[in-house]
């Protein structure tokens, strides 16, 4: 091989490389791009954003620095089109840009090592083009496939556990995977130094650096990985401390709500075993002839069965307390109420399952209604029993607009305990899933849909 040849060669070789991990990059991306509408717009994009980054930094001294800034900056330009959070976006950035560093820190020193074990003696200029030429080829290919690898374990992690962001989340996971790239600067910096003329490589001046190097570059991966999976661990035990309390309220909610219709029942008994004795005293009223005392007598009886009364019946003690109750709270916030809900006549269902469910339903169809105007505030409450299915809707007026997350429940925009909403559609899932059923959410012209499907099962 010539010199011109291997010039060229060199040229291509750098194409070729940039392309390879263009598309590293690209297949890195489809992974977490969940929404598949226009998903080869949006792969493309991701290509030709890597492919810029390269060609604009290319030029420049400090390649790594400033493709690792310019390809940031671009990616986070992007982040709506791609449907991706913006502090997701930026970590996925960062954690591409420290493992190709990492891997190339790795495959450096490997590929040093190689050449140590196995020296190459050559005279004619030919052979030397010819065999730089092999050994940067198998440099590259080898850095490929440990990128490659590297990268699908890292993925393979990422996805274990959806990963919903704030910028306090983002500066702890970015912590490692950033001192990773620049420690890989750093090392590229002093990696070639011209002594007296002559070039020399940081392993020939410090041998150390040939096993330090690449062991730091591995720390600095697996300590990613490892923050990674901590985080996730975290936040698995944070969302079950959150439902944990929020179902002991919820519960604690039910049973005083259990308590006042117990109670209720047991006054409403009493009356009952009181009765004959009004009918009595009415009747000695009558006879006697004083009509005054006997009406201030029956007012005194109705007001008595008014405070003992429902307005509305559903067929069960705790779904009567929860649907009346949300309803007197409707009507002291000007919101109407209407419900249509039967508790189901038959089939395994039980009563506090489905409390759970009209609690949450109802509490968050009244608080989206909180911030429509007086006279658009509604909420219905429907049911529907055919054969072994029950469905509940709870439909309502909201104002704005609903974003739904990756897991299909809507995001909250909450900054007061932003930390405990959206339990309460959790547990509604929950719930419907103990029954082999689902929840199901949309919206339509500014109106919220929550349908619940049930289905009987056999044994509690």
């Keep these: ?43 493309l994009l991701a290509f030709s954003l890597y492919l810029v980054s390269w060609l604009l930094s290319s030029q420049i001294t400090a ?29 996925l950035a960062i954690l591409y840009c420290s493992v190709r560093v990492s891997s190339g820190l790795m495959t450096e020193s490997l590929y040093y090592t190689a050449k140590e074990l ?16 092999a050994e940067t080829l198998l440099f590259g290919l080898s850095h490929l496939i440990l990128l490659s690898v590297m990268l699908y374990v890292l993925c393979r992690q990422l996805k274990k556990r959806q990963i919903n962001l704030h910028w306090r989340e983002l500066c702890y996971l970015c912590l490692i995977p950033s001192a990773g790239i620049l420690f890989g600067q750093m090392v590229s910096r002093l990696l070639f130094e011209i002594s007296d003329g002559i070039p020399l490589l940081l392993y020939e001046r410090h041998p150390i ?43 604690q909610a039910i049973q005083d709500r259990i308590q006042e219709t117990e109670l209720f029942y047991a006054r409403f008994r009493k009356i009952q075993h009181e009765i004959r004795g009004h009918l009595n005293t009415i009747k000695g009223l009558s006879q006697n002839g004083q009509y005054n005392e006997l009406d201030q007598y029956v007012a005194r009886m109705d007001e008595s069965m008014q405070s003992l009364s429902l307005i509305l019946q559903t067929g069960n003690a705790v779904t009567d307390v929860i649907v009346n109750d949300k309803k007197q709270q409707c009507l002291a ?3 109407n109420f209407h419900a249509d809900f039967h508790y189901p006549a038959a089939g395994q269902y039980d009563s506090f399952d489905l409390g759970i469910i009209l609690q949450n339903l109802l509490q968050n169809a009244l608080e989206a209604c909180e911030s429509v105007p007086e006279e658009d505030r ?15 809707e709870v439909k309502n007026t909201f104002y704005g607009e609903i974003r739904f997350e990756q897991n299909g429940l809507p995001e909250t925009t909450k900054t007061k305990d932003k930390v405990l909403h959206g339990i309460g559609l959790s547990n509604v899932r929950r719930e419907a899933e103990k029954y082999m059923g689902e929840l199901e959410l949309r919206t339509e012209n500014h109106e919220f849909y929550a349908t619940v499907l049930l289905q009987e099962r056999s044994n509690l």
């Design 333 to 335: 916030r000007n919101i």
């Design 63 to 91: 390649v790594q620095s400033v493709f690792t800034l310019l390809f940031t900056v671009l990616l986070l330009a992007v982040s709506k089109t791609l449907k991706l959070k913006n502090a997701f976006t930026l970590l």
């Design 118 to 133: 196995f020296p190459f003696h050559s005279e004619t200029p030919e052979r030397i083009y010819l065999n730089s030429a």
């Design 378 to 392: 509604y909420i219905s409450l429907v049911s529907r029993q055919k054969g072994k299915f029950f469905l509940i």
């Design 209 to 251: 650096f040939l096993i330090a190097v690449p062991l730091l570059a591995l720390l600095f991966y697996t300590g990613t990985l490892l923050t990674i999976a901590f985080w996730q661990g975290t936040d698995i035990l944070r969302k079950e401390r959150e439902e944990y309390f929020v179902n002991l309220k919820q519960i």
């Design 1 to 43: 091989m010539s010199e011109n040849e291997f010039l060229i060669f060199h040229k291509l070789f750098r194409i070729g490389i940039a392309l390879l991990h263009t598309v590293s990059f690209t297949l890195f991306m489809k992974s977490f791009l969940t929404e598949r509408k226009h998903l080869y717009r949006k792969l």
